[in-house]
């Protein structure tokens, strides 16, 4: 995927906090000023957050809408406060907070964002399953516990997994939460047997595990 980020000046992916004010005898209050200048502070430091965090995703989604808040911010950082009064000064800072406002929810996107191509990054981890019980199993399932509906039977279009036999070539993955995974298995006379798999603990470089059957607690075992 092509990644066309923040399309802005180098000076205007981080803003400094100053808004332009011309040393004269009139115009607005210098309190006044004072609150708009530390109000475009805050704005600024927001913005440049957002900046970061955005350059920590792949998704482009919110590109243009990002740019349309730079602008807005560049737009302001423009204004010459000397030339305002209280009233427009009040109505600019109403701006900045909606601004703000926006580029927060913007942040707590992006957060989520990056939750989500973080999770999404997998690593493959090739299993060999052998069947060291007496029974014959015509089920075998292997599917994540975050996506349970992936549950098509592994042995739907080969043979039947028969005692002493081996499977190769299976692959589970393990994502940057280590999700458990299910092993199940059905026997021919409809029993179901569920395992779960830590992957956690299991090497990229691949797994082998042994089905066994514990005559006395009558359980299957995977190891």
């Not at 929810?105 to 973080?118: F, V, W």
């Amino acid at each position: 995927m092509n990644k066309h980020k923040l399309n802005m000046k180098p000076t205007l992916l981080i803003l400094c906090a100053l808004l332009s004010v011309m040393l004269t005898g009139c115009g607005p209050s210098e309190e006044k000023i004072a609150q708009a200048q530390e109000l475009y502070a805050q704005l600024a430091d927001l913005h440049n957050q957002v900046v970061e965090a955005h350059k920590g995703i792949s998704d482009d989604s919110l590109d243009q809408n990002l740019i349309a808040l730079s602008e807005k911010v560049a737009q302001i950082k423009q204004y010459d406060l000397n030339e305002f009064k209280d009233e427009q000064i009040d109505q600019l800072m109403e701006s900045m907070h909606s601004i703000m406002d926006s580029y927060e929810k913007y942040l707590e996107t992006i957060n989520q964002i990056k939750a989500q191509e973080a999770a999404a990054v997998l690593t493959s981890i090739p299993v060999t399953l052998s069947n060291n019980t007496e029974f014959i199993f015509q089920t075998l399932q292997l599917y994540s516990l975050n996506e349970p509906s992936q549950n098509s039977n592994v042995l739907e279009d080969i043979s039947d997994f028969a005692p002493g036999e081996t499977i190769t070539g299976l692959m589970i993955y393990r994502d940057v939460s280590s999700t458990p995974w299910n092993l199940v298995l059905e026997n021919a006379d409809g029993t179901s047997y569920v395992l779960e798999l830590p992957v956690r603990e299991y090497d990229e470089s691949g797994i082998s595990l042994s089905i066994t059957y514990d005559s006395e607690t009558k359980e299957i075992k995977c190891s």
